[in-house]
């Protein structure tokens, strides 16, 4: 089968958090008998759901079986990924998220060998009036005045608190600790894993009238005791644009995509890649597929699709991102 852009139906996840803006902002639709969206997975392929493919031949197969079926052509020749290697995500924060935090492949290894390494980034979409991010603990704090604060409920003055803009980038690297404040929406690009270990969430009961777990010993052995920030962009100009640089990571990267007019983007990098509309519209033409892709939608290049016609309506942003480490190639 010849290779051609792949649309992905998201999994919209309600969340006791969740609220109405990703409706109002992109039109995703919320899951029957919920009103609310924490989540929606644009692309993912985990055991604790996979997108579903909606255009082509491939039309139908959750990502998992068109990755199972078709594995060198939308992974690569020659990938050992055991799943497609992003995890791609809107989050829409209605109140605040819990701190967290996730391991690394090295705390996993160590202590949680059935957990899975979570480096993750954020792009902000959107913010209300005093929507916060924290993001790493405060200069000069220490573990002891982290586990005190901890205990007597306070957790958050010990962490860093970052107004929220629209546009910013934050990359949360595993140990970080981090909550989304509430009022803030973002586009997250992760590797594939829901590892998550709680260190406080306001006291919160969840649907049955249960307090929400904690896993406080496990973040204790992830954590890092640092501060990050925002992103600052590598801008390069093009003759479609401007292309900003934005993270690279160890296992993925990203890349801000302002387009301004058509281009054939040259994809030949035997890697998957992901693009996602934030602002404006987008056709992508390949493999004999033509996507007229509007916010907040998502499409994946297959590793074996080596071009693919861009052409905007009006000034469009996209986000790009792609892995960058192969198990199999070290």
């Known amino acids: 089968m010849d290779p051609y852009p792949l649309l992905c139906t998201p999994l919209c996840k309600p969340k ?31 055991t604790e ?22 594995r060198g052509m939308i992974l690569g020749e020659g990938a050992q990924w055991e799943r497609f ?19 690394g492949a090295a705390a996993c290894a160590k202590h949680f060998p ?34 005190r604060a901890l205990e007597a409920g306070r957790v958050e003055e010990c962490l860093q608190s970052i107004a929220a803009r629209p546009g910013e980038v934050f990359r949360m690297a595993p140990g970080t600790v981090h909550a989304l404040g509430r009022g803030v929406v973002i586009l997250e690009i992760q590797e594939p894993s ?50 900003e640089r934005l993270v690279r990571a160890p296992v993925y990267e990203i890349e801000r995509l302002h387009i301004e007019r058509g281009f054939t983007w040259e994809t030949a990098t035997d890697r998957p890649q992901v693009l996602v509309v934030l602002d404006g519209a987008l056709t992508v033409e390949g493999g004999g597929e033509s996507l007229q892709l509007g916010p907040g939608e998502a499409v994946i290049v297959p590793a074996a699709l ?9 000034e469009t942003t996209v986000a790009t991102s792609r892995p960058t480490l192969d198990p199999g190639t070290g």
């Open 306 to 314: 080596r071009e693919v016609v861009c052409e905007p309506e009006g």
């Open 49 to 70: 759901g996979a997108c579903t493919i909606a255009n082509g031949p491939l039309a139908g197969l959750t990502l998992t079986a068109a990755v199972c079926r078709h």
């Open 194 to 243: 829901d590892t998550t270990f709680r260190l406080w969430d306001y006291n919160r009961l969840d649907d049955k009238g249960n307090p929400r777990e904690l896993h406080v010993e496990q973040a204790l052995l992830s954590m890092r005791f640092e501060a990050t920030r925002a992103v600052e962009p590598q801008v390069e100009t093009t003759e479609w644009g401007r292309r």
């Open 16 to 46: 006791l958090w969740g609220g109405t803006r990703l409706a109002e902002l992109f039109g995703k639709a919320p899951v029957a008998g919920e009103s609310n969206i924490g989540e929606t997975w644009e692309v993912a392929d985990l």
């Open 114 to 147: 059935g957990g899975h390494s979570k480096d993750e980034s954020w792009i902000v979409v959107d913010a209300e009036p005093g929507g916060r991010i924290l993001a790493g603990t405060r200069p000069g704090g220490t573990r002891e005045d982290f586990v």
């Open 85 to 103: 290697p992003l995890l791609v995500k809107f989050i829409d924060a209605n109140d605040d998220l819990s701190v967290q935090v996730h391991p």
